[in-house]
């Protein structure tokens, strides 16, 4: 079984597969990324992993996988200072997602996962995941893309961070023409923790320049093998959802 891909059916077509489908829709962000990384990121990965991890669990999956267009804007007002950002605004991407489920959920689709690619978006994910379940008769899953590589060997990089290491390396292997000249970061500042709270500080992303821990050695190499490691275990994770609805 292929993966079907939402924007080359009929409406016949897709009338006829989404009562007994998993929808994936994948969530991405444009926004800056350093001096070095397209903007696109954040949306080019989250399509990337979900497609890629859709089209390998198709042949296990007991239900079809239907892939929609990836939502390229995310929650990035913290970035728009830096220049290079397009955003939506926390309740104007609720409001999108919300009606983006009740419309899968209108031509019939009764389960759906949506891939985060966005740090921003993860509140939000989870908050329109909730309401929709809740007014439209339609299940609900939601995860961040990078979640699925936290067994690999990340050789300390930070997971995921913000155009570091991680991103970078996985851009590299999917797109390197999107790579410009990365340079060392010497003065990483730390960023005030506090066990079991989640802290949200506007001052932090202008402190550290728009990007984090460095990019300076990420490979391509590190990159295909992480992409490879999330993608598995992603696949994974899509056959046992689509067994569990």
């Known amino acids: 079984m292929d ?37 696109g990121t954040d949306a080019l990965l989250a399509e990337t992993a979900a497609s890629r991890a859709a089209a390998r669990a198709a042949a296990s999956s007991p239900r079809p996988l239907v892939l929609t267009p990836t939502l390229p804007f995310g929650a990035s007002d913290h970035h728009l200072p830096f220049g290079g950002t397009l955003s939506l605004r926390a309740e104007t991407l609720l409001d999108v997602l919300v009606d983006v489920i009740r419309s899968i959920a209108r031509c019939g689709g009764r389960r759906l996962v949506i891939v985060n690619g966005h740090g921003g978006n993860r509140g939000i994910c989870s908050a329109a995941a909730a309401a929709a379940s809740v007014r439209y008769p339609i299940a609900v899953g939601y995860l961040d893309y990078w979640d699925a590589a936290t067994e690999a060997d990340l050789r300390g990089t930070p997971l995921p961070g913000h155009a ?18 990365r340079t060392e970061r010497v003065d990483v500042p730390s960023v005030p923790a506090v066990d079991g ?16 821990d460095e990019p ?13 490691h999330l993608v598995d275990r992603l696949a994974d994770r899509l056959v046992e959802l689509a067994k569990a609805l």
């Open 3 to 39: 993966v079907i891909r939402w924007h080359e059916q009929t409406r016949e077509q897709l009338s006829a597969v989404l009562p007994d489908a998993l929808v994936v829709l994948p969530v991405g962000a444009t926004e800056q990324h350093g001096p070095h990384l397209a903007t």
């Open 197 to 212: 709270i989640e802290l949200h500080r506007q001052a932090s992303w202008h402190e550290q320049g728009g990007f984090t």
């Open 216 to 228: 300076a050695r990420a490979t391509a190499e590190m990159g295909r093998e992480w992409l490879d």
């Open 164 to 181: 570091g290491g991680f991103e970078t390396s996985l851009v590299l292997a999917v797109a390197p023409h999107w790579v410009g000249e």
